[in-house]
């Protein structure tokens, strides 16, 4: 024989040093990488969904200030838009009720559903 | 401009949107689909996500009454957690988008709520909504 002999030093490192290396680049990849917390982000009907209310418009600029009675919370984007909404009751008289919501002229429309 | 600057619901720095139920890809296809539907229709369309007081319809109405212009907006108010869905449409929307299309849309909406497809079922409101308003 002779044409192949390896110490037991080379052995444990190309049997054992390496292949444990690999694993262990790749697990740690795969867990790095991975979706972790995604996956309950997920709606499923019939779970509880408790994420903050959002509001999605292309313009966000158009939404007034909040109705009933508060500006919106601090921040100079709420400020300007009850700034704005002053300027626009004032230019397009636009009729507000005592408590400074806007009355509409005519009746909504629109349709509902559950599931 | 993008569909994570959200009003006073959420976070000002309007990183908000992204801590909710939608990946990174479908606020980007909401936020085309509710731009696309503006251009093309001239109203404004928005999508409120979260729970309504009740009476739901009354609140709805009441978020719809904050929007510039209200009579030329619709509102696509959806609460998961009541399982309740409301499109409200301003006077002069509805002369456009009339309450049985609207309907319409929400059966739709509601069909792919009910498999737990929150953005799927708003593209698809919204995709309706418009093309029933038809072009400005």
Redesign the interface.
């Known amino acids: 024989m002779g044409a192949l002999t390896l110490s037991v030093l080379s052995t444990l490192l190309v049997f054992v040093v390496i292949p444990v290396g690999a694993i262990a680049v790749i697990g740690g990849l795969a867990y790095a990488g991975g979706e972790r917390g995604?996956r309950h982000?997920?709606?499923?009907?019939g779970r509880?969904?408790d994420?903050?209310?959002?509001?999605?418009?292309?313009?966000?600029?158009?939404?007034?200030?909040?109705?009933?009675g508060g500006a919106?919370?601090?921040?100079a984007?709420?400020s300007h838009?009850v700034e704005?909404r002053e300027q626009?009751a004032i230019g397009s008289g636009v009729i507000e009720d005592s408590s400074g919501?806007?009355v509409?002229?005519?009746?909504?429309?629109?349709?509902?559903?559950?599931? | 401009?993008t569909?994570g600057?959200?009003?006073?619901?959420?976070?000002?720095d309007g990183l908000?949107?992204l801590?909710?139920?939608f990946?990174t890809r479908q606020l980007l296809r909401?936020?085309e689909a509710?731009?696309v539907?503006?251009r093309q229709t001239g109203l404004?369309?928005?999508?409120?996500?979260?729970?309504l007081e009740e009476p739901?319809?009354a609140h709805a109405?009441?978020?719809?009454?904050?929007?510039?212009?209200?009579?030329r907006?619709?509102l696509i108010a959806v609460s998961?957690?009541q399982?309740?869905?409301?499109?409200?449409?301003?006077?002069e929307?509805?002369k456009r988008?009339?309450?049985r299309d609207?309907?319409l849309?929400?059966?739709s909406?509601?069909?792919s709520?009910?498999?737990?497809d929150?953005a799927g079922g708003v593209l698809s409101g919204l995709d309706q909504l418009a093309t029933h308003a038809g072009r400005s």
Request: hydrophobic share 40%; net charge neutral; aromatic share 8%.
């Open positions: 995604r982000r997920r709606y499923r009907p509880q969904f994420f903050q209310p959002i509001w999605f418009l292309a313009a966000p600029e158009k939404v007034a200030a909040s109705p009933d919106p919370s601090d921040g984007r709420g838009a704005r626009a919501a806007r509409l002229p005519g009746p909504t429309g629109g349709a509902s559903d559950r599931w | 401009m569909v600057e959200t009003n006073e619901y959420a976070a000002p908000a949107a801590d909710g139920p990946t909401l936020d509710l731009r539907a503006d404004t369309f928005s999508v409120y996500m979260g729970d739901v319809r109405e009441q978020l719809h009454k904050q929007l510039d212009g209200a009579d907006a619709v998961p957690n399982r309740v869905l409301e499109i409200v449409t301003g006077n929307a509805r988008i009339s309450d609207a309907k849309a929400a059966l909406m509601a069909a709520f009910a498999g737990g929150l």
